[in-house]
Antibody
Framework: EVQVVESGGGLVQPGGSLRLSCAAS????????MHWVRQVPGKGLVWVSR????????TYADSVKGRFTITRDNAKNTLYLQMNSLRAEDTAVYYC??????????????WGQGTLVTVSS | DIQMTQSPSSLSASVGDRVTITCRAS??????LNWYRQKPGKAPNLLIY???SLQSGVPSRFSGSGSGTDFTLTISSLQPEDFATYYC?????????FGQGTKLEIK
C-alpha cells in the first residue's frame, strides 16, 4: 500500500524558517521525481518545486526561488522542503506528490494529506 | 509561464447528468495535460493523464480529449462522489501550472 505522509507544518513568524518532511512508502521512491504543491485554503493548487530521483536536479517556482530548498534522502524514503525567509503569502497547505512518470508522462499520482504552514506574527 | 484557464469556474448539475469542463493553455503543450479531482479537505486525485489516458482505477465515466491548447474533461453520468473541484495541470514544462479549478455542485 502506498503511503505519503507530510509533517513539519505549523505557525511561524514572518522571516522565520520551517522544514517540511514527506515520508513515502509502498513505491520505488528513489525512482520517482517528487514535487511540492501548495494550496491556500479555499484556493487553487500551486506548484512549488520538484526534484529528480538522484536528488541532483531541483527546480523551483519563481515565488520561492532563493528561499526554499528541496532535498531528498533516498535511504530514508523521505523528501524535504527547507523554507527560509517565510512570508505571509507562503501560508498554505503543502502537499508532497510522487510523479509516477506514467508511460513517459509526468503524473502526480501519489499525494500526501498535506501539512498546514501558517506565517503570521 | 504557461497559463491554464478553466471554464466554467463553477457548475451546477444533477446525478446522472453529463458534464464537460474545458481547459485552455496559453501556448501549445502537446498532450502534456492532466486532470485531477479534489474532494473537500482531501488531496487531489489523478483522473486523466496525457490528455486522454484514464488513470488506473478511475471509473470509465471519466474521459479526456484535446491536444495543443484546448482540452476537455467529460463525466458521462455524474455520481454523488463526483461533486468536487476539478483541476487541469500542464506538465509540458516547469513551472508546472494548474487551472484555477472548476467547482461542481449539486443542483
Amino acid at each position: 500500500e502506498v503511503q505519503v505522509v507530510e509533517s513539519g507544518g505549523g505557525l511561524v513568524q514572518p522571516g522565520g524558517s520551517l522544514r517540511l518532511s514527506c515520508a513515502a512508502s509502498g513505491f520505488s521512491f528513489s525512482s520517482f521525481w517528487m514535487h511540492w504543491v501548495r494550496q491556500v485554503p479555499g484556493k487553487g493548487l500551486v506548484w512549488v518545486s520538484r526534484i529528480n530521483g538522484d536528488g541532483n536536479r531541483p527546480t523551483y517556482a519563481d515565488s520561492v526561488k532563493g528561499r526554499f530548498t528541496i532535498t531528498r534522502d533516498n535511504a530514508k524514503n523521505t523528501l524535504y522542503l527547507q523554507m527560509n525567509s517565510l512570508r505571509a503569502e507562503d501560508t498554505a497547505v503543502y502537499y508532497c506528490a510522487g510523479d509516477a512518470d506514467t508511460s513517459g508522462w509526468s503524473t502526480f499520482e501519489y499525494w500526501g494529506q498535506g501539512t498546514l504552514v501558517t506565517v503570521s506574527s | 509561464d504557461i497559463q491554464m484557464t478553466q471554464s466554467p469556474s463553477s457548475l451546477s448539475a444533477s446525478v446522472g447528468d453529463r458534464v464537460t469542463i474545458t481547459c485552455r493553455a496559453s501556448q501549445s503543450i502537446s498532450r502534456n495535460l492532466n486532470w485531477y479531482r479534489q474532494k473537500p479537505g482531501k488531496a487531489p486525485n489523478l483522473l486523466i493523464y496525457a490528455a486522454s489516458s484514464l488513470q488506473s482505477g478511475v471509473p470509465s465515466r471519466f474521459s479526456g480529449s484535446g491536444s495543443g491548447t484546448d482540452f476537455t474533461l467529460t463525466i458521462s453520468s455524474l455520481q454523488p462522489e463526483d461533486f468536487a473541484t476539478y483541476y487541469c495541470q500542464q506538465s509540458y514544462k516547469t513551472p508546472y501550472t494548474f487551472g484555477q479549478g472548476t467547482k461542481l455542485e449539486i443542483k
